[in-house]
Each structure stands twice: as C-alpha cells, then as structure tokens.
C-alpha cells in the first residue's frame, strides 16, 4: 500500500510542455489512472516543492540538474505544510516518518490510520532542548531491520567558562544501507551523540557507550548534535527561508544536566518499553520421556525440549499486555523459528491467534 | 528503574551499611612478578626482595610480611640492610638511593620510606662518574659506601645521605699507593664488589673490574695490600677469621687470596675453574663458608661450561667430595646463605642456601643429607603452570582440611623437615576466621589446593588429572634422568615448569562439595572427571561414558581439536581426590560452566554446544540438551582454539625448544633455535600491533539477536529445589543460563535414597525463558519464602543452615550481563529489576551471593550480591529488593585478565591476579578482613658490634 516504485524517463528540458500532460503522463507510466495524486519535486535544497500549475513546473524542469526528482502522493496523503514555504511548525513528538525508504516524508502524525504506519523513529523533546541538538527515538518493536549504525571516538570543540576547549566525544562513523537509523534520515555520519536514553555519555569510554545502546536497542533513544546543522526544527519564533539554513548557537545549551533532562520523560514513556520476556512452559502436559538407557548400552537418552512438535503444542505466555509489543515478541519467536532449519515446518502468519495474553500457535 | 540508583536517605540503613561494608585490599599472595632484587638481614632475619616496578617486599616468619613501593615505579637493582638496624638501602636503575625503616605504629611494624637521595657529581662529569655500581653499609651504622662505575668510592652519611667528600677514595689515590709498574689508570675502573674486613671495621677490600684488588686501611687512606687477578674480576667475598678471601671471575674461575702482613703484593692461593678445562661462564657470585669439621662450602652462582651448558641457570655447592650444582627453572636473581651469625662462633656453619630465580623462590637445607629443598611457607609460585581458572571453598569442615592435608603431606616427603630458616618478626594478626581453600586449576591439568585462611597462600596438595590420559608426552622425557656419572653434576630443583605437554589437558571449571568430599573437575577438551577423596593409594578404573551435545544432527563438523584420549584399564592413583568417572562432551568443546550436587550424586556440564546431566552414583547420562542456534557456525568450528592458536604456537615453539635443549646436551649448538623463535614472535607481534593500529576504532550497535554467534553457549548452571511446576509441590531442579539471554530449567526426578541405585534419574523441561534484551546470562539464583538464597546441597544435613523456607513463595533471580531480574516462581513473571549497563555502561563480569556480619554487632548478617563488572568496579548489590548499597573501583578496567581472574568468597573477600603469578586479596567486608599485621622487634644488639660482622651481609652484586 505504501510501497514506492520508481520510473524514470526523460523529459525535453527546453520544452517541457503543459502541466497537464505531464500530470497524464506520470499517471499513465505508473498505472495509476484512477487515483488522485499530488506531484512534488525537490528542489536545490532538498525541500519539497509541490507541482501544480504550468509555471512550477517550467521551474521544476529548468532546475533540474540533470535529474529531476518527482514525487507523487495520493491527493488524500498530501500534507501541505510539508511544502517549502510554509515550513515546518513542529511541535513535540510531531515527527513519525513512515517506514518507507525511498519516499522521504516527514508527513503530520494525524496524516493516515495509526494501524498502516509502524513508528520506526521519531523526534521527540524538542520543546526542551537546544535547538542545534535532537533527540532521536528508534522503535525496533518488531522490525526486522537493524539499527545499523557504527559509533567512534573523536573530538569535538564546546564552550566552557574558560573558553574553548576540545573534549572527547562519541560520534556515529558509519551508517549501513538500509538500516533503520538511516532509513529515518534523522541521524547521519559525524553526528555527536550527547545522551543514551537520557544519561549523558560524557566521561565514557566508547565501549561503554556501545553497551548502553545496545542495552537499549529495543527503544533507543539517543540525543545528537547533528554534524549538519541546516536542517534542525526551527521554532515557531523563528523565521526561517525555504532551505531551513539555521543559525548555528551551540554555545549556552550545551551541559543540560541530566536530571533536567529527565524529567521531560515519562515514567510511561521509559518504562512502557520494557521488554517482555518469553516464558515457555513446557510442563503443561505429561511430557513423554524416552526410555532411558543404562549406560554401557552407549545409547544416550535425551529430552529435546526444544523440538518444534513440542513447542507448538506449548502455550505461550507473555507477560506482558501490551498488544503491540506481543506481537513484536511472536514475530521474533516466529522468525527464530522459521530460520532454524531443524524444523522443516512453514508456520502460515494467519495460523496466529490472538486471545488477551495467552497466545496459541 | 531509576529510583534505585537513587542514595538511600535512611539514615538508619546508611549507618548499617557503615558496619557492614568496607574496601580494603589487604595482601598480595603469591611471588612477587619480576624480581629483580634480593637483600637479607641476619640480625632481623628477615628478606627483602625487590621487583622491576620498584616495589620492595619484606619477609620473616609466615604472616611476617611489610611492602613498600617506590614512587618512582624503577627497578630495585641492589638492596642492602643496614647492620644491627631496622633499616634498608635501596638501589634503582635510575641511580637513585631509598632509605626505608621498619617503625612501630600502633602496635604493628611498618614499612616506610624515609630518605631518597642521588649521588651527583662534579658539573660536567659524565654520568658514569657518580653510576653507583657497588653498595657497602659499613658496620659502624653510620656511613655508606659507595662504589662507582668511575673507579671513585665516595662515602656517605647515614640516615641524612650527605656526602663527605675528604673521604673519598679515587682511583687517583689508590695508584699512588701502588707501587706498580702495570697499574694504570685504567685498572681502577669500576668497582665491582666491597667487602668489609669481618674483624677489622677499619679495612674494607676493594675490587675492580680489571682484576685489582686493593685492600683499604681507612684510618690512613692507604694500601694494605693489593692483589692482581689475570681475568675480569666478578665478586669477592671474605673467610670467616679474615685471613683469607676468596675472588670469583668472568671466565668461571675462582681465586683465594691470603692476607698476610708480610708481603704487600700476594700470588693467589689457588685457582680453580670447577666446570673446566673447556670455556666456562662468569661466577657472579661466591661464598666460602667454614665448619666444624674443616671441610669449607664453597658456593657459586653460574661458572657452568659455555657451549653445553651455558643456558643453565645454576648455583654450584661444593663441600668436600660432594658437588652438586642445583639447576633452576629460571634466571637466578641473586641468592644468600643463611649461617651462624653469633659473633663468638668460630665457624660460619650454614644452614641453608636461598636463592630467588625469576619465577620462584627455592631454599636448599645444607645440613641434611642429600641437600634436600625446604617447603616454603609463602611465595608459592602460582603460575608454576599458568592459572586457568580458580574456585574459593569457605569454612571447610575439619576433617575434609585434615584429609587434604594429609593427602598433600605424602607428595611432600621429598622436602626437608627442617623449618623454615628465615622466622624475623612475630606475627600479631588474630587465627584467621577459619578454613578457606582456594583451588586453582592450571594449564597442565593440575589442580592445586591452597590454604587461603590466612596471610600466607600455601600449597596444601597438588592434583593432576593427567593420569587419566593418554598425552604425547613421553614419561621418560625427563631433564630429571640424569646417570650417575654426568658432569656437572646437575640437579633439577624447583616447580616452575610453564610448559604444558598438551593445551587441551588445561582445567576450565573446578566444583567442591566440601561437604561430601566430591570434586568435578572440567577441562579444555570437553572432560568432566568426578572425583571422590580417598585417603590410601588405589588402582582402579575410571569408567567413561560420552555425552553428544549435539544429539546427531547431521551435516556439522566439529573443526576444533579432538578429545584427549583415554588410558585402558586400571589406572594407579595416588591418596588424595581420585577421578572414578569421565563424562566426555561431544564434540570435545572447552566446557563452560559445570555444577555439582553432592546430595543427589548428579553434574551438570555445559559447553558452547549445549549442557548435560549425568548421574554419577549410577553412572549414566540423565539428559542433554542442544542449546546450539544451527546458524552459529563458529561455535560449530570451535573458534576457541583458533583463538588460541598464537598462544599454542607459541608453546609448541617453546615446547621444541625444551625438547632440543634436552637433546643438545650430547650434540652442542642448538642454541640459535631460541633467539630465532624470539625474533619471529617479536615480528609477529609487532605485525599485529600495525593491524591494531590501522584498523579503526568504531563499534557497530546493533541489537542482539538470536543469530548471533555464541547464543548457544552454556555461561551458568544451578541446582536449586525449588516450586519449578506449581506453587504446592516443590521438585529438584536444573537451571542453565546461556549467552543469548535464555534460561531452560528442568524438572528433576531423583529416586529416594533406598531406591537410588534401582531407578533412573529422570528430568523434563519445565521452562524457557527468553529475556528479551538477549544478554549472557551469568547468574541464576532461587531465593527461598523468607528471601534467602537457597542453601548449597548437604548443608543443611550438616547442621550449617537453617533448612530453606518452603511455605512462602520462592523467586527467582536471574543475572545477566546488563540487568539483575527478579522472577516470581513458578509463574516467572517479572517482579523487579535493576538495569546496570543501559544505565552506566558496565557489564556483569562475576557474580556472587555474599554474607555481610555487621562489625557491631555478632547477631546481625544479610545476604548481598557482590558484583564485578567489565570497568573493575565492585558493586554491592541488596537481596531481594536489588537496591545498589556500595561501589568500589577494585582492578583497573584495562586489566582484563584481573578482571577474568576474580572470584569472591561467601563471606565477602576476593581474590584477583595481578600478575600471572600474584593473587591480590581484597575484603569488601569490616568483619572479615585477612591481612598481615606483624611486629619486628630490635634485637638486642650486641656490646661488641665492631666485632659483630659476620652477620652483615653484603650482597653487593652488579646485576
């Protein structure tokens, strides 16, 4: 439903026509004659500018160099504050990005039904912190795709009362393709990473930071200050132009202290994502245990527990209620499952049923 | 979560915590790393050795121990006591002097620095003018003499260490008083050796490099006599009554001189090459000592003949037919003689040979036949086969300590019953609280058994489980078969052997039941031997029986070594733990975790395959379990070992090495081999450092999952009986914890005792936890109805624990790298938790359920976690409700391998190598503290202390 496809052809750059053939001609090259879409194209600056008439799509054309990058929405989807102009007036939480890699959008929360969208990132505490930082919030509930990012050391400059100093830092070194953290777009290369889930990583070494991100892989929450500073939220008291070029005032808000920081947080919101863990119970019935041996006939008894006929028949009984996430823990359940090549069994994803907590395979 | 990290604002709990907890790190057992050297005080009778980082530690009688160490962290080059004085002179390789006393502070003796001081010379001399070579504490207390690499000997005041420049004696000096025609300047080059006249104090003897030696009135700033030797002189050393002395050189000779008035320039008495007629290397080092009997002891250190034997590190003993040149497993250090030191007795009469080798200390009993060696009561050499893992035993029962004691007795009737000779100072510290043992297992397959009740960390008895196998070792390869007739008449002594004939033999996990006598022991190559403790000598065979952890699945190859073969038929084993089973894993992986209940006869192993249950009593397999993810291939090819595989080349290097040296005795020349070998390993490891250095530093955050490599792996075992199914009925219970974050825990049927033998062992699987942050699980715990930790199996039936509380509902605790998590059972839903890595950025490293008694009050103890984790901090951690009490910075985090090292005791104490072969103790309790608290009293020191010389021993030696 929200898939992208790609097409690409070429347009006479000198002649480009009406708007109106264009708009048939998109229509007709992505067999979607029967829907109402909403064209956009990316600027110079990346921001995205709608195409609606004959003029803005002259200006489209003679801007494209040499490709021109066309977006299409359906007319129902489109956010209009998301075009150029009228730029973002974000509030806290405001940002979901859509799973979805190839159509950048940064549409409104209220944008479509909660149930066609997973949250895979979003920007949260905005109203509390610095403007030139950002709190980036990776949900991996369920989703199969890794963090894939790397983090360094390095250095960087801050403001102390005595002037300029040059402390260590925690840097992201390397996004991998296709990974959540770079499917959002919210965290790049040589972004400093100030605080894991609230505590400030100053003083750590990276290996420790490593192993607090990792212990809180299943909700990271990380607090960057982007290495590109153009494109941070500007707040509604700000006036800004159509590039989003910001002004770059690190100084004053660089030590927040961490309890500041912390009382933003939710209790909910920290511990909402405690992770469940599985509990199998494999005494539920009588369990049939081989015929034991005695030892000189060098046959050795064994239970396999873990034997898919018996783990189909066991409940599963999670601990925790949250629906969502349940079902996150069955889909990992379900893949460990699947992937494990001792059993040959396929589990049809519609054989699930759901009933309060105690899930039946 | 976060209100747990929160300092608790009960005062009342504040102050408990005060009397319950404390840090301290109270002794380093063990010997000390890089020596480098060793000085004696007769008067005190005490020894100090000194070490490459600058520490100085001194040693009396067992408990009598004080250390210092030097600021500057340099090597202790020379160490001299001052006579008929508390007090030592150091020297360092920086030149530099420290002058250290013993003084008395509240009741105990300290060690303490006092002065420092730098010889400096004449502005713009070179360095070698003021480069002390030679040290001389003169009897009088009250000067130092300093001998120089210039040829100059300057004096210096005591304690102040000012120079008094009149009296020093330059080389300039000492020529105009020789009249000699082939004395040049350059005769009075560096002063190898000072010797005090043992009668006279006013004449000192002095010794050249280039062979002159001039005997110094000091009175008149002349020449008594002087002595011209044709080789490089090394040292010298004075007879007794002072008439004689005895000189010893760079070519492995050694020369007496007499000292008579009547002729100034003397011929020597005598010259010797012992180990001649072919070239020899240096003696550094000699003794001539007299006896009752007429017959001198003559002992040196080194002389051996260059080309055959020049890699010996030996000490020669010459008393008259017999000789005996002792061969030490390392480079001796430096060595003493214990003798007679009553000014009024007529002979020196030595009693024992002490000689510090780099990697152990060795004394020799000259006064018994046979020369045989003394047991040393401290300094133990833990690293005599490198330590591979350690288990900490607390309060053993009596009769188990008196049978390991007299198991250990009958492996020591070799060594002398003399006691030990160096008995300075009187231990004050109170008994230690009671019997504590410290196992620790080795590379070779040896598990030594350690009296760590107490300051001193002593050899108790030495297990091997080699016996059991089939190595590649040849028993007869043994430098020991020597025939009669061999010269030099070598002799082997010592225990430090690092090379172990066969890595997969090395000791992984170790068990005691203290109670019931019963050992497991589980090594590199997948064997688990159960051991019973026997007190006489038995034959018997070991019964063997195979657990496939990977129960047929097909298409795996085990790419790992094999598993060590086994020896057919009855095996002869010595009193002491006797194995009577072997459970061998399939494949032969290193195994990881192992537990033992005495009280039901079962052990459970787990390797990075899967873990099993075995039965001993009836000696069958109950189950297995594959715990192994069928994509982790490297767990499958046994990566360990390739790991490793540096290591092992480098004791296979080593290992050829041994073999040629003993082969080379007939056929010479094989000497290259090893310089070679070392220049290869020097390459390579600097080829790993550039790929160190290129690679760069980044880590990759990624969530764990089950596809990760070493999910499998088996990190924790628990027997616990416990409400596993329903909360009506309790049953035994296995629990298993592996890397990925997964708990099995099997339901256990064990047959009444009156039936044990009739009916099987039976388990099922009763649970599967699977904590969803995936990390290792390092810790499993039940906590009983009154929050108590489960006792350990036979405790209760000897009347040492209250039985647990089985009416109020159990819980479980489950440790994992990154979170402590406390479960309801038997629903295991999650009740609390404690997250430590999301939080600081630290991991559980090692885990342990201590007793804290209060130092208040006798009827007040809880039950805490003590917790090491990755950055060698120590938490302590509250049961059951998880609240952080204390944190401790204990090992650097750098230290990775003291970390590895750790282990806790049940009652609060710990112990961590500092070096491979040094255990730090440290106490993290205010009631049980072990650390050595000792006075050494002045003895009375002589009227006549001019004529008190034979005591002050001067260990001028160059290094």
């Avoid at chain 2, 008929?84 to 303490?112: F, M």
């Avoid at chain 2, 120089?148 to 105009?176: C, H, K, M, W, Y």
């Avoid at chain 2, 999650?830 to 490293?845: D, F, I, P, Q, Y």
Wanted: glycine share 6%; charged share 25%; hydrophobic share 35%.
């Amino acid at each position: 439903q929200f898939g992208a496809e790609f097409r690409r052809f070429s347009l006479d750059r000198y002649k480009p026509g009406k708007f109106e053939d264009f708009y048939k001609l998109i229509l007709h090259i992505h067999h979607i004659a029967n829907l109402e879409v909403m064209i956009g194209y990316a600027d110079v600056h990346g921001d995205l500018l709608p195409i609606n008439n004959d003029d803005n799509f002259f200006k489209a054309v003679s801007s494209a160099h040499p490709l021109l990058r066309v977006f299409i929405q359906r007319q129902d989807e489109v956010d209009y504050s998301n075009f150029g102009t009228n730029t973002l007036s974000r509030k806290k939480k405001a940002l979901v990005t859509l799973r979805n890699d190839n159509l950048r959008r940064r549409p409104h929360i209220n944008i479509s039904m909660p149930h066609d969208f997973r949250p895979v990132s979003s920007i949260i505490d905005v109203d509390i912190l610095p403007e030139t930082h950002r709190r980036v919030r990776l949900y991996r509930h369920g989703c199969e795709k890794p963090l894939g990012f790397y983090i360094r050391d390095g250095t960087s400059v801050r403001v102390t009362p005595h002037g300029l100093e040059k402390v260590p830092g925690i840097f992201i070194s390397r996004m991998v393709p296709g990974g959540l953290a770079e499917s959002t777009g919210l965290l790049a290369v040589n972004d400093e990473v100030l605080e894991v889930n609230g505590i400030e990583v100053a003083g750590k070494t990276l290996d420790q930071v490593t192993d607090m991100m990792i212990a809180n892989s299943h909700n990271l929450i990380i607090t960057v200050k982007p290495a590109n500073q153009r494109n941070n939220i500007i707040r509604s008291s700000r006036m800004s132009g159509s590039s989003g070029q910001s002004t770059d005032s690190t100084a004053s808000h660089h030590s927040l202290s961490t309890s500041h920081v912390l009382q933003n947080f939710h209790p909910d919101e920290m511990e909402s994502d405690e992770e469940a863990d599985i509990v199998i119970e494999g005494g539920l019935e009588p369990q049939h245990i081989p015929k034991l041996h005695s030892l000189t006939s060098n046959s050795l008894s064994r239970i396999n527990g873990s034997s898919l006929s018996h783990r189909l028949q066991r409940d599963l009984v999670l601990n925790n209620n949250s629906g969502r996430e349940s079902n996150g823990n069955i889909h990992k359940l379900l893949s460990s499952l699947k992937t494990d090549p001792r059993h040959s069994l396929v589990i049809p994803r519609g054989g699930i049923e759901e009933d309060g907590t105690v899930i039946t395979l | 979560m976060r209100r747990f990290l929160r300092p608790g604002h009960d005062p009342v709990r504040e102050r408990l915590k005060r009397d319950l907890f404390q840090f301290n790190k109270t002794v380093e057992h063990g010997f000390p790393h890089q020596p480098s050297a060793l000085g004696y005080s007769p008067f005190l009778r005490l020894m100090a050795i000194g070490t490459r980082s600058g520490a100085i530690k001194l040693y009396g009688a067992p408990g009598v121990e004080f250390m210092g160490l030097h600021e500057e962290n340099n090597t202790v080059m020379q160490i001299h006591f001052i006579p008929d004085q508390c007090q030592l002179v150091t020297l360092l390789d920086d030149n530099s002097l420290h002058l250290w006393s013993l003084k008395q502070h509240g009741g105990a003796s300290e060690l303490r620095e006092e002065h420092r001081f730098t010889l400096k010379g004449p502005p713009g001399s070179p360095p070698s003018a003021t480069q002390v070579t030679a040290v001389l504490p003169h009897s009088s207390r009250e000067v130092l003499y300093l001998g120089t690499e210039s040829g100059n000997i300057f004096v210096v005041e005591l304690p102040s260490f000012r120079v008094l420049e009149d009296r020093t004696i330059t080389p300039e000096a000492v020529l105009q008083r020789i009249p000699e025609d082939n004395c040049n300047r350059r005769s009075c080059e560096l002063v190898e050796a000072l010797r005090e006249h043992p009668k006279n104090p006013d004449q000192i003897l002095i010794g050249y490099s280039r062979a002159l030696i001039v005997l110094w009135d000091l009175q008149n700033n002349k020449a008594i006599h002087h002595f011209l030797g044709s080789q490089q002189l090394e040292n010298l050393y004075w007879q007794r009554d002072g008439s004689k002395f005895i000189s010893c050189h760079y070519d492995g000779s050694y020369t007496q001189w007499l000292v008579s008035s009547d002729n100034r320039q003397s011929e020597p008495l005598e010259n010797t090459v012992p180990y001649g007629p072919f070239p020899c290397k240096a003696i550094s080092k000699i003794y001539w000592q007299t006896t009752k009997n007429g017959l001198p002891y003559i002992i040196f250190q080194g002389g051996m003949p260059r080309a055959s034997y020049g890699d010996r590190h030996s000490i020669s003993v010459i008393h008259g037919s017999q000789q005996t040149a002792f061969d030490f497993t390392s480079r001796v250090i430096d060595f003493f003689i214990i003798f007679s030191s009553d000014p009024a007795a007529e002979f020196d009469d030595p009693s024992a040979l002490v000689v510090l080798a780099e990697e152990e200390l060795v004394v020799i009993d000259l006064k018994s036949a046979g020369w045989p060696a003394v047991h040393p009561p401290y300094l133990a050499s833990l690293h005599c086969s490198a330590i591979t893992c350690s288990h900490h035993v607390s309060n053993i029962p009596l009769k188990l300590w008196e049978r390991i004691i007299s198991a250990g007795s009958k492996q020591n009737i070799h060594y002398s019953s003399m006691p030990w000779p160096i008995d300075g100072g009187t231990n004050i510290a109170p008994d230690p609280p009671q019997r504590d043992l410290l196992l620790t297992g080795h590379e070779d397959g040896t598990v030594r058994f350690w009296d760590a009740s107490g300051v001193c960390l002593h050899l108790l008895y030495k297990l091997s489980t080699v016996r059991v196998f089939l190595t590649d070792a040849d028993p007869n390869d043994n430098m020991n078969t020597l025939g009669e007739d061999e010269w030099p008449p070598l002799r082997k002594v010592g225990t430090f052997d690092p090379y172990s004939d066969d890595p997969r033999l090395g000791i992984q996990k170790i068990y005691l039941c203290k109670y019931s006598g019963y050992l497991a022991v589980a090594g590199t190559a997948g064997q688990v031997l159960v051991m019973e403790l026997n007190d006489e000598d038995a034959e018997h065979v070991v019964d063997h029986a195979e657990a496939d952890l990977l129960q047929d699945q097909e298409g795996y190859r085990w790419k790992g070594h094999e598993k060590l073969k086994t020896r057919d038929g009855p095996v002869r084993f010595e009193a002491g733990f006797q194995p009577f089973v072997l459970v061998q894993c399939q494949p032969p992986a290193v195994v990881t975790s192992l537990a033992l209940h005495s009280e039901w006869k079962l052990v459970a192993f787990g390797t990075s395959h899967g873990f099993g249950l075995f039965d001993h009593q009836q000696k069958r397999l109950v189950f297995v379990k594959c715990t192994l993810h069928p994509s982790d291939q490297l767990a499958l090819e046994g990566p360990l070992s390739r790991v490793k595989s540096l290591k092992k080349s480098l004791r296979q290097s080593f290992r050829r090495i041994r073999r040629s040296r003993v082969s080379s005795r007939k056929r010479r020349g094989a000497g290259g081999n090893a310089s070679e070998v070392q220049e290869a390993n020097a390459k390579f490891d600097q080829e790993a450092l550039q790929e160190m250095e290129l690679a760069p530093v980044q880590r990759k955050i990624e969530a764990r999952s089950a596809e990760d490599s070493f999910t499998g792996f088996v990190r924790t075992l628990y027997f616990a009986d416990t409400f596993l199914r329903d909360s009506s009925r309790h049953c035994p219970s296995l629990w298993a914890g592996t890397n990925g974050g997964t708990v099995y825990a099997f339901c256990l049927r064990v047959p009444p005792a009156e039936r044990r033998m009739d009916e099987p062992v039976r388990a099922e699987q009763a649970k599967e936890i699977q904590l969803m942050h995936r990390a290792p699980v390092v810790g499993i715990l039940v906590l009983d109805g009154r929050s108590t930790p489960l006792p350990e199996p036979l405790e209760v039936a000897h009347d040492l624990s209250k039985s647990p509380d089985m009416q109020g509902s159990h819980q479980l605790l489950v440790v994992s790298e990154e979170q402590f998590k406390v479960f309801t059972l038997p629903k295991v839903s999650s009740k609390l938790k404690l997250k430590l890595t999301a939080l600081e950025g630290c991991r559980v490293r090692k885990v342990t359920v201590a007793n804290f008694g209060s130092c208040k009050t006798d009827d007040y103890s809880e039950n805490d976690l003590a917790v090491l984790t990755n950055l060698g901090d120590i938490q302590i951690i509250s049961l059951p409700f998880l609240k952080l009490q204390i944190r401790y910075p204990c090992i650097r985090k750098e230290d990775v391998s003291g970390i590895a090292s750790c282990v806790f005791t049940k009652y609060g104490q710990g112990f961590y190598l500092i070096s491979p072969s040094e255990f730090e103790r440290f106490s993290l309790s205010t009631k049980w503290l072990v650390e050595p608290r000792c006075i050494v009293d002045m003895p009375e020191v002589t009227s006549n202390n001019h004529v008190h010389k034979s005591g002050t021993e001067n260990a001028a030696r160059k290094s």
